[in-house]
C-alpha cells in the first residue's frame, strides 16, 4: 500500500510542513514579543492572584530575617544565588544543584527549603528565614537555643553542613518538640554531614527536645 505523502504541496504551494514550522514560529515570536507586556499587566493588577514574569529581569521585594530587599531577578535565579551573590548572606552553602546534602536549607514560611533549588520568585510574599536570622538582634540577646545547643554538643566540624542542618532542626523541633532519636533520624534525613557527626547533632537535638530550651 501506498503511503500518504504528507509532504504534498496544496494549492497554495505550501506544504504542510512547511505551514506548521512557519504557524509554531510566528506563534513564538508573538508570545516573546508580547511577555514583557503581559508580565507588567499582571504585577500592576492589585486583583491577579497569579503572578507572570516576563523573560527578562524583574523587580520584587524579597523578605529576608525580616528585612526588605528590594531585588532585580531573572526568573530562573535562585534563592541561594540571591542570598549569596545580591546580600552577602553566606550561611547557606553551594554544596550541590539538587538539594541532596541539604547544606542549603532556610526556612521559608518556617518551612524547610533547599535555596539552591529554590527560585527566588517563589519567596515572594513569604517570610525567609536564614542561619544569620538566629543570631542575636542586640549585644545583650542570647543566641538562638539551637545555636547553643549545637555548640554545647560540639556538634560542628568544618562546619560547612552546620548552617543547613541548624535551619532544617529549627523547623523539624516546632513540629515536634519532643521528638524521640528515631525520629531526628527520619526527620532530618535530608541533611549530610560528610565529617561524620550526627551523634554530636542528635544529642544537641535531644538536649533541646526532652526539657531543655526551647528551639
Known amino acids: 500500500m501506498d503511503q500518504p505523502d504528507h509532504t504534498s504541496r496544496g494549492l497554495s504551494g505550501v506544504s504542510r510542513r512547511e505551514f506548521l514550522k512557519?504557524?509554531?514560529?510566528?506563534?513564538a515570536v508573538t508570545a516573546l514579543a508580547t511577555a514583557p507586556a503581559v508580565a507588567e499587566a499582571a504585577q500592576k493588577d492589585p486583583k491577579s492572584k497569579t503572578k507572570v514574569f516576563g523573560s527578562g529581569p524583574?523587580?520584587?521585594?524579597?523578605?529576608?530575617?525580616?528585612?526588605?530587599?528590594?531585588?532585580?531577578?531573572?526568573?530562573?535565579t535562585t534563592l541561594l544565588e540571591v542570598l549569596r551573590n545580591?546580600?552577602?548572606l553566606t550561611g547557606a552553602k553551594p554544596v550541590d544543584t539538587d538539594g541532596?546534602?541539604?547544606?542549603s536549607t532556610v526556612l521559608v514560611d518556617?518551612?524547610?527549603?533547599?535555596?539552591?533549588?529554590?527560585?527566588?520568585?517563589?519567596?515572594l510574599n513569604r517570610s525567609i528565614q536564614t542561619a544569620e536570622g538566629l543570631l542575636p538582634k542586640k549585644p545583650q540577646d542570647p543566641p538562638d537555643p539551637v545555636l547553643l545547643a549545637f555548640i554545647a554538643?560540639?556538634?560542628?566540624?568544618?562546619g560547612f553542613c552546620t548552617p543547613g542542618f541548624v535551619m532544617a532542626v529549627k523547623s523539624f523541633l516546632q513540629s515536634n518538640p519532643r521528638a524521640?532519636?528515631?525520629q531526628v533520624r527520619k526527620g532530618l534525613g535530608g541533611n549530610l554531614c560528610r565529617c561524620g557527626t550526627y551523634a554530636n547533632i542528635i544529642q544537641a537535638i535531644g538536649s533541646l527536645s526532652k526539657g531543655g530550651a526551647r528551639a
Open 153 to 158: 554538643s560540639d556538634a560542628s566540624q568544618c
Open 58 to 76: 524583574t523587580k520584587v521585594i524579597l523578605t529576608i530575617n525580616g528585612t526588605s530587599y528590594e531585588l532585580k531577578l531573572q526568573p530562573r
Open 100 to 103: 541532596s546534602s541539604g547544606a
Open 180 to 182: 524521640t532519636e528515631e
Open 22 to 27: 512557519g504557524s509554531g514560529a510566528a506563534a
Open 86 to 88: 545580591q546580600i552577602g
Open 110 to 123: 518556617n518551612k524547610p527549603v533547599n535555596a539552591s533549588t529554590t527560585f527566588a520568585l517563589a519567596c
